[in-house]
Structures are given as C-alpha cells and as structure tokens.
C-alpha cells in the first residue's frame, strides 16, 4: 500500500505526525511545505503542487490533505478518471476536528480509512455516501472486502439504487462458492433456475456469464479458475492469446476469473504460454507428465499427446491439478494449434453482521 499525508502549514504538520504515529498500519509518507520541513523532520515538497498531486495520484493508493478542502478539490480535479481506478482521497482539518473522505469511498475504501483514522484521532468522521449513511448494503465495498471484480460499475449503480428504493435484490452464487454469513434483508437468495426468472437487478457472483439473455445483472467475478493449455511447439504467442479468449468466450467464462495459467513442464519454456500468463497477470504452473497421469476425472484421450508429451491429455488434466480437482467448467477445446481446459477452484464469499 502506497499512502501519503500532505500538509500546508506547521499546525498542519503536527497532525500528519500525530496521523502517522496512530495509524501505522497506513504506512504513510508525511509530506510538509520546505518551511517546516526541518521544524517537524519531515520531507520536504520538491516540486510544484500540481505536478506532486498528479504523480501520486495516477501510483498511490491513499492521499491524505490537512488543510481545507477547496484546496485538495481544485487538486485533485484534473487527475479523476474512474471510481475504479482513482485513490482514496481524505481531508483533515489542520485541528483534527473533521475527517472527510471526498474520493473513493467505497471501491477506493475512503470510508473506512476515515473511520480508522478518525477512531484513532477522536474526530468526527464525515461520511456523506447514501448506502452509509443510512446503514444499508453497499455491493462495492462488499465486493472488495471478498475479492471480486465488479464488471460494471453502472450495474453496481443499479444494484445500490434498488437498495436504498427498498426493492429486493437477486442473489446468485455458483456452485463452487460457499457463502458464509447471512444476507442483508434487501437481497434474495436464488437458485440458478430462479435467477433466470428474476425480474429486477441480479447479483450473479460466477466465474461465469450464466445469464446472457439478461441485461440487469451484476456480475462479481471470482478470481479461481485454471486454465488448462497445451499448444504445439513455437506457436505464436499472438494467435494463443486470439484462441484462448475465444475459448473463454464461447464458454462464457469471464478473462477476471483466470487465477493461472497451467500446463506440462516440457512447455515451461514456451513463449506464447509465457506471455499469455503474462498478459493476464497470474503465474504459470506447470505439471510434470506423471503428476498429470495421476489426475482424477474423465478425460479426453489422445495418442498422439501421448506420443509427444507422455500423458494422453494435457489441458484437462492440468486444470484440475491446477484448480485442486475444482469444477469442471470447460472440457477439451480444440483451437487452432491449441487446446483449451478450465476448472474453478472452491471460493468463498461472506457477509459480515455490520
């Protein structure tokens, strides 16, 4: 976690400290006016205000301003793009009175920075977000705190809007995923029969896109699937990258859901399986031929992967070694110069009382 605190005056100062001091789970970097740098041996801004805003704010995670809140407004304005991809934004007033999170609430977790921060310095922490503020279920924070991906913030949107309009929410969770804790009163469980029948906004937390045919579904994707891949040698890095989106595709599986990327170890070094785990940020695992041989399930055989790699199958078997013998949500695929597995591992989301 990359967090800074930056102030403007010598009062100011000695609250970023006293911040620091309090909060070190934080692990934030005090930033004060060269005037006081010394006076509070802290370091010093080098840079024009406007330049040191834009930097942190496209690589930190957490600002912090103590000062007013105009000032870190005007700031931080030019910088915003997306609640997905902006930081968490507070303000503190140079006495400590007020901590108010202006960015970033929810996905970013400025609200619960501001509570911490404000438990820690006896302010008041000024939380201005409906779902908070009249205590009810907010979808992106809960996704976060469980790891999901939100693939539409405008369905999130929707989702949050029927939640404070009082209208039930469908709940569908697939089959490899344990839910832990009881639901909000504002959300309905569903079976995945009565999910397709569902009328208002859905929540579908899937590795998969089980509803295509509807349009008022959240989707919060489980980062837990293997994908299985044998390829032949020196294939285009270019082309298994086109093949394995088809495949993923035509099977409705989501590209966020891809935990690794798994394989024989005679292709640990093949480069487009290299750069395909590379492109989709998740290790490659690879399986020796009697590790894949030992296996459990009902695979399709080959001899001639036999022939070649010493075991009659090589993306289904690494899929389930790799998912830990998990769901089966994709057999053999046959691609062009490729074959294509996937399996879910187990996950698990909660849902906590407060």
């Not at 469980?189 to 009565?194: K, L, Q, S, Y």
């Amino acid at each position: 976690m990359k967090s800074f605190i930056l102030s403007f005056t010598l009062k100011g100062g000695e609250t970023a400290a006293e911040i620091k001091r309090l909060c070190p789970e934080l692990s934030a970097v005090t930033i004060c006016m060269p005037g006081f740098a010394e006076q509070l041996d802290q370091a010093a801004l080098d840079e024009p205000l406007r330049v040191w805003v834009q930097k942190h704010f496209a690589e930190d995670d957490l600002l912090i301003f103590v000062g007013a809140a105009g000032i870190a407004v005007r700031l931080i304005a030019p910088n915003i793009k997306s609640k997905d991809t902006d930081p968490a934004v507070l303000v503190i007033d140079e006495g400590a009175h007020f901590v108010i999170p202006i960015l970033s609430g929810h996905l970013g977790g400025a609200n619960e920075y501001a509570s911490l921060i404000a438990g820690k310095l006896g302010a008041v922490p000024v939380i201005t977000t409906a779902t908070d503020v009249r205590h009810t279920f907010s979808v992106d924070t809960w996704a976060k705190k469980n790891g999901l991906f939100i693939a539409s913030l405008e369905a999130a949107k929707a989702v949050s809007a029927a939640v404070l309009a009082e209208q039930p929410v469908g709940f569908f969770a697939d089959e490899y995923i344990t839910v832990n804790g009881d639901l909000p009163g504002c959300l309905q469980r569903t079976d995945e029969t009565e999910a397709h029948a569902w009328k208002g906004i859905l929540i579908s937390v899937s590795a998969r896109n089980l509803f295509p045919e509807k349009e008022n579904v959240l989707h919060l994707i489980p980062q837990c699937v293997t994908l299985g891949i044998g390829c032949r040698k020196d294939t285009d890095p270019a082309l298994l990258q086109r093949e394995a989106s088809a495949a993923l595709e035509r099977h409705g599986i989501f590209t966020k859901s891809i935990a690794k990327i798994a394989s024989i170890d005679i292709k640990q070094y093949e480069k487009a399986l290299i750069e395909l785990a590379e492109g989709l940020q998740v290790p490659f695992e690879i399986f020796t031929a009697e590790a894949l041989a030992q296996a459990e399930g009902d695979f399709v055989s080959s001899d001639f992967v036999r022939s070649v790699a010493g075991v009659d199958n090589v993306c289904e078997r690494a899929a389930v070694l790799g998912s830990e013998n998990g769901t089966v949500l994709m057999k053999k695929h046959v691609g062009s110069g490729m074959t294509a597995a996937a399996c879910a591992a187990p996950a698990e989301v909660t849902f906590w009382e407060n």
